[in-house]
T-cell receptor
Framework: RKEVEQDPGPFNVPEGATVAFNCTYSNSASQSFFWYRQDCRKEPKLLMSVYSSGNEDGRFTAQLNRASQYISLLIRDSKLSDSATYLCVVNGPTQAGTALIFGKGTTLSVSS | NAGVMQNPRHLVRRRGQEARLRCSPMKGHSHVYWYRQLPEEGLKFMVYLQKENIIDESGMPKERFSAEFPKEGPSILRIQQVVRGDSAAYFC??????????FGPGTRLTVT
């Protein structure tokens, strides 16, 4: 089983749509969870941290289910500028435990 | 507040040459991470450093790769005797306390 698995997509949606991405992780000891976005092979940019209680930032909502080792990201009212690759990220079982383990990403394309 | 800085942004080396990649963390950040992204792949952790110390190098190839973060100056990722398979984007990230990481623009290494 891969350490972090995501549906690669692509997800093609019209502007204004709601879209959800899912992710599973294999290391039950992971304590930190994030969503990053990456545009056209540029650097990953932190979108939001994910907490057990769930958290929301504007149009973006992230959920974490530790029992199922499952993370989700919901984007409401999609904008053209949301087109990017969304990376599910957890801290890894490395020596210091702070290195990040990245999924391969889910590609979103928002069209007008 | 300048972000994470990396240079050069693009580097071309012939097989057998050495590549030196530099990373200056964000002001106030003392934790530096290096990641590699191969074409069509996700980011992979390589090494985690704090000033003058390698904390976690579990992702580093055993040979030809080394990293340092001296007391003064940027962190350096050094690749000796480069091979075609080293062609990739190398991203540096910094963190204030080993949790949320902020990425630099990356160095794209091409080995000819």
């Amino acid at each position: 089983r891969k350490e972090v698995e995501q549906d690669p997509g692509p997800f093609n949606v019209p502007e204004g749509a709601t879209v959800a991405f899912n992710c599973t992780y294999s290391n039950s000891a992971s304590q930190s969870f994030f969503w990053y976005r990456q545009d056209c092979r540029k650097e990953p940019k932190l979108l939001m941290s994910v907490y057990s209680s769930g958290n929301e930032d504007g149009r973006f909502t992230a959920q974490l289910n530790r029992a199922s080792q499952y993370i989700s990201l919901l984007i409401r009212d999609s904008k053209l500028s949301d087109s990017a690759t969304y990376l599910c990220v957890v801290n890894g079982p490395t020596q210091a435990g702070t290195a990040l383990i990245f999924g391969k990403g889910t590609t979103l394309s928002v069209s007008s | 507040n300048a972000g994470v800085m990396q240079n050069p942004r693009h580097l071309v080396r012939r097989r057998g040459q050495e590549a030196r990649l530099r990373c200056s963390p964000m002001k106030g950040h003392s934790h530096v991470y290096w990641y590699r992204q191969l074409p069509e792949e996700g980011l992979k952790f390589m090494v985690y450093l704090q000033k003058e110390n390698i904390i976690d190098e579990s992702g580093m190839p055993k040979e030809r790769f080394s990293a340092e973060f001296p007391k003064e100056g940027p962190s350096i990722l050094r690749i000796q005797q480069v091979v075609r398979g080293d062609s990739a984007a190398y991203f540096c990230a910094s963190s204030p306390e080993g949790k949320e990481q902020y990425f630099g623009p990356g160095t794209r290494l091409t080995v000819t």
